[in-house]
């Protein structure tokens, strides 16, 4: 049973357009919610995250929207840039575990176009 | 400032070899994980620990063993291995509470 679900799988977006990620989860006890970015032959590395006690979280060009009763939350990259190249995974974790295992989606790779 | 630091980088093995994938980290995090990551897969849990002497199996434990014997390292170990295992193999830790999780740049492991 897949926890998290991301889509799309790949994403292509010309310079400066908006690029959009989206991400679903089941488990209702989820609290925690980052997202990460990866480069090739690099590990993933937090970008940006967001508690179900707000809506939104802004940090320069990225943006996660958060909809608790959707159990739905997105990425949106705004002025997208050729750097912003990567692949990007949702995750999702209980805070209120013993373990505070982070579930991944399975990957969204961003292509954006000069 | 290593961060977490895992050896190899790249390993080819035969089928029913076995071999550690070392990781180290120098930020005393308690918590530390493995993950290993296949294309259209995401990134998948095989083992964790919430500290020294304490480990339990994640999503994908079959095949791979664990130990933490201190809080800097935690190498995974492959038993035998076969050419299911062939992925990149990431090793992250952070604190108990919700920190970032920091990742290595990972094993690239090819098992023939």
Known sequence: QQQVKQSPQSLIVQKGGISIINCAYENTAFDYFPWYQQFPGKGPALLIAIRPDVSEKKEGRFTISFNKSAKQFSLHIMDSQPGDSATYFCAAQNSGGSNYKLTFGKGTLLTVNP | ?112
């Open chain 2, 1 to 112: 400032n290593a961060g977490v630091t895992q050896t190899p980088k790249f390993q080819v093995l035969k089928t029913g070899q076995s071999m550690t994938l070392q990781c180290a980290q120098d930020m005393n995090h308690e918590y530390m994980s493995w993950y290993r990551q296949d294309p259209g897969m995401g990134l998948r849990l095989i083992h964790y620990s919430v500290g020294a002497g304490i480990t339990d199996q994640g999503e994908v434990p079959n095949g791979y063993n664990v130990s933490r014997s201190t809080t800097e390292d935690f190498p995974l170990r492959l038993l035998s291995a076969a050419p299911s295992q062939t992925s990149v193999y990431f090793c992250a830790s952070r604190e108990i509470a919700d920190q970032p999780q920091h990742f290595g740049d990972g094993t690239r492991l090819s098992i023939l």
